[in-house]
């Protein structure tokens, strides 16, 4: 696609579910980027992606988020369990390749999720 | 541990009114410092990548420079579409690792 693409725009989710929110990055693009924007705060770095394995997860606040990415295309981020603090705007980013010395990093719309 | 500090949180000026956001920055071993635009309910737009000290990028209205503890994004003669969050970032590390984003300047232009 033309840009990266996340969906769904919009999650609306009750307190103790689980919500799974995807993102299709730039064709051709390996490098993919999970970030996290809540209210009032910068943009926290969750998981990277080279292809389809993970080698930092570091940023993943719980072992209730989980991330993964079949085909080095399309990625999944997973919430279980999701609590009230879990609200915030979901970012997927992509890159020709991680090492961004003369790479741009593209950003989705992000998905806004709420936890009532 | 890493840290990019932007100042001000919010900036107000008046079309024409010519002005500069700041951030300043603590990292090992800077790869690249990133400036991006991120109006209200969209995803942050790419702007500029800076490398080095001294290197300097311009764009429309809007020229970014690069030192070695800072950046300045430099705003000429601002219209009413300039009022977006204006956001740096920095990748750091020998291996290169995700960026680490500042909280951003609100910038509001008003006509």
């Known amino acids: 696609g033309a840009g990266v693409s996340q969906s769904p725009s919009n999650k609306v989710t009750e307190k103790g579910k689980d919500v799974e929110l995807r993102c299709d990055p730039i064709?051709?693009?390996?490098?993919l980027y999970w970030y996290r924007q809540s209210l009032g705060q910068g943009l926290e770095f969750l998981i990277y992606?080279?292809?389809?394995?993970?080698?930092?997860k570091s940023g993943l606040p719980s072992d209730r988020f989980s991330a993964e990415r079949t085909g080095g295309s399309v990625s999944t981020l997973t919430i279980q369990r999701t609590q009230q603090e879990d609200s915030a705007v979901y970012l997927c980013?992509?890159?020709?390749?991680?090492?961004?010395?003369?790479?741009?990093?593209?950003f989705g719309e992000g998905s806004w999720l709420t936890v009532v | 541990e890493d840290q990019v500090t932007q100042s001000p949180e919010a900036l107000r000026l008046q079309e024409g009114e010519s002005s500069s956001l700041n951030c300043s920055y603590t990292?090992?071993?800077?790869?690249?410092l990133f400036w991006y635009r991120q109006d209200p309910g969209k995803g942050p737009e790419f702007l500029f990548t800076?490398?080095?000290a001294g290197e300097e990028k311009e764009k429309e209205r809007l020229k970014a420079t690069l030192t070695k503890k800072e950046s300045f994004l430099h705003i000429t003669a601002p219209k009413p579409e300039d009022s977006a969050t204006y956001l740096c970032?920095?990748?750091?590390?020998?291996?290169?690792?995700?960026?680490?984003f500042g909280k951003g300047t609100t910038l509001s232009v008003s006509s």
């Open positions: 980013a992509s890159s020709l390749q991680h090492r961004l010395s003369g790479n741009t990093i593209y």
């Open positions: 064709s051709g693009h390996t490098a």
């Open positions: 992606f080279q292809g389809n394995s993970a080698p930092d």
């Open positions: 990292v090992s071993g800077l790869r690249g």
């Open positions: 800076l490398y080095s």
């Open positions: 970032a920095v990748q750091a590390g020998q291996a290169g690792t995700a960026l680490i």
